[in-house]
């Protein structure tokens, strides 16, 4: 036999994939969480954009007295309103996106390219819209904190002493706290440190740590500041517990879930297909007793446990 004969006995496996059909899956977004905030609040339709929060004017100024069987005079009293209530404008977060249609004729086997390109698309701004419910400078979480429900840290993690301090500041049923996974990793080393491991729930198939009962809830959306700070906020949810309430525009045009709107804008002489994508939201605290904050929150930043708590 030569040497330079084909010794090969059977089929390749590189000459045999060519006849093989891959199993592909629909592209992975990383960036993609579990909005917890998204679906532990209440949201409320808001007519033509606007939500306005009236308020009582000097609560404290309505009298009332639990007077002895002889007497026959009682207090009168009204209660008033605040004249110029806050109004709460939605917020739209928007793009367009562009699909060529020979790209969606052509290559939408067996996954369809623009079913894919709009779900990849929604999930960005559905991202962007729990930002938003935090960090935004006029409606967000962090800039709703009234000055006297904002307590800090003495220094270091975060202790059990520092989330009953939160607990005293929205006292009245409170639903959860809000942290972001470092910080809830950090109070679960603390809290172990001192010999008290706090317990785990379940809620929407996944496990939380809990303080008092109440669930830590992640979101990597909680900002750090330049040294390396976090903060653990605490909300009471509801319009009837006059809590925390997300808004939202009913019935938009194209509506594909609550606030959200896909609206096909037609193809241009380049065969560019356009979507217009819309989210209308905002978010209101009904009363300042209904959120708290804990500011100064040090972690453990060189250990990243953030995907154990997502």
Same mark, same amino acid.
């Given at each position: 036999?030569?040497?330079?004969?084909?010794? &090969?006995?059977?089929?390749?496996?590189?000459?045999?994939?060519?006849?093989?059909?891959?199993?592909?899956?629909?592209?992975?977004?990383?960036?993609?969480?579990?909005?917890?905030?998204?679906?532990?609040?209440?949201?409320?339709?808001?007519?033509?954009?606007?939500? &306005?929060?009236?308020?009582?004017?000097?609560?404290?100024?309505?009298?009332?007295?639990?007077?002895?069987?002889?007497?026959?005079?009682?207090?009168?009293?009204?209660?008033?309103?605040?004249?110029?209530?806050?109004?709460?404008?939605?917020?739209?977060?928007?793009?367009?996106?562009?699909?060529?249609?020979?790209?969606?004729?052509?290559?939408?086997?067996?996954?369809?390219?623009? &079913?894919?390109?709009?779900?990849?698309?929604?999930?960005?701004?559905?991202?962007?819209?729990?930002?938003?419910?935090?960090?935004?400078?006029?409606?967000?979480?962090?800039?709703?904190?009234?000055?006297?429900? &904002?307590?800090?840290?003495?220094?270091?993690?975060?202790?059990?002493?520092?989330?009953?301090?939160?607990?005293?500041?929205?006292?009245?049923?409170?639903?959860?706290?809000?942290?972001?996974?470092?910080?809830?990793?950090?109070?679960?080393?603390?809290?172990?440190?001192?010999?008290?491991?706090?317990?785990?729930?379940?809620?929407?198939?996944?496990?939380?740590?809990?303080?008092?009962?109440?669930?830590?809830?992640?979101?990597?959306?909680?900002?750090?500041?330049?040294?390396?700070?976090?903060?653990?906020?605490?909300?009471?949810?509801?319009?009837?517990?006059?809590?925390?309430?997300?808004?939202?525009?009913?019935?938009?045009?194209?509506?594909?879930?609550?606030?959200?709107?896909?609206?096909?804008?037609?193809?241009?002489?380049?065969?560019?297909?356009?979507?217009?994508?819309?989210?209308?939201?905002?978010?209101?605290?009904?009363?300042?007793?209904?959120?708290?904050?804990?500011?100064?929150?040090?972690?453990?930043?060189?250990?990243?446990?953030?995907?154990?708590?997502?």
């Amino acid at each position: 036999m030569s040497d330079h004969q084909d010794v &090969r006995l059977a089929l390749g496996d590189s000459a045999a994939r060519q006849l093989a059909n891959a199993t592909k899956t629909v592209p992975q977004l990383s960036t993609i969480s579990p909005r917890w905030l998204v679906h532990l609040l209440q949201w409320t339709p808001v007519e033509a954009g606007i939500f &306005r929060l009236n308020k009582v004017k000097n609560p404290l100024n309505v009298q009332v007295a639990c007077s002895q069987r002889d007497e026959a005079v009682l207090p009168q009293t009204f209660v008033d309103y605040e004249e110029q209530p806050r109004e709460y404008f939605l917020n739209a977060v928007t793009t367009i996106l562009d699909v060529h249609t020979r790209v969606s004729d052509l290559y939408s086997s067996p996954h369809d390219q623009i &079913r894919e390109q709009l779900r990849l698309t929604i999930e960005t701004i559905k991202e962007r819209q729990e930002n938003e419910l935090i960090n935004n400078p006029e409606y967000g979480l962090l800039a709703s904190v009234d000055p006297s429900q &904002r307590i800090s840290t003495l220094g270091g993690a975060p202790t059990p002493d520092d989330l009953d301090e939160l607990i005293a500041r929205v006292w009245k049923e409170p639903a959860f706290f809000l942290a972001h996974p470092l910080a809830i990793a950090a109070f679960g080393r603390e809290c172990t440190r001192r010999g008290v491991p706090p317990p785990t729930v379940s809620l929407f198939g996944a496990q939380f740590l809990t303080w008092r009962g109440l669930p830590l809830v992640p979101s990597d959306k909680i900002p750090f500041d330049d040294n390396g700070k976090t903060k653990i906020l605490l909300l009471r949810v509801g319009d009837k517990r006059q809590g925390v309430v997300g808004l939202y525009q009913p019935g938009v045009a194209g509506e594909q879930s609550p606030g959200l709107s896909v609206r096909f804008m037609g193809i241009n002489r380049n065969a560019i297909a356009s979507y217009l994508i819309s989210l209308y939201c905002s978010l209101a605290v009904l009363t300042e007793d209904a959120l708290a904050v804990l500011d100064d929150v040090e972690v453990d930043k060189y250990h990243d446990y953030s995907d154990t708590y997502k």
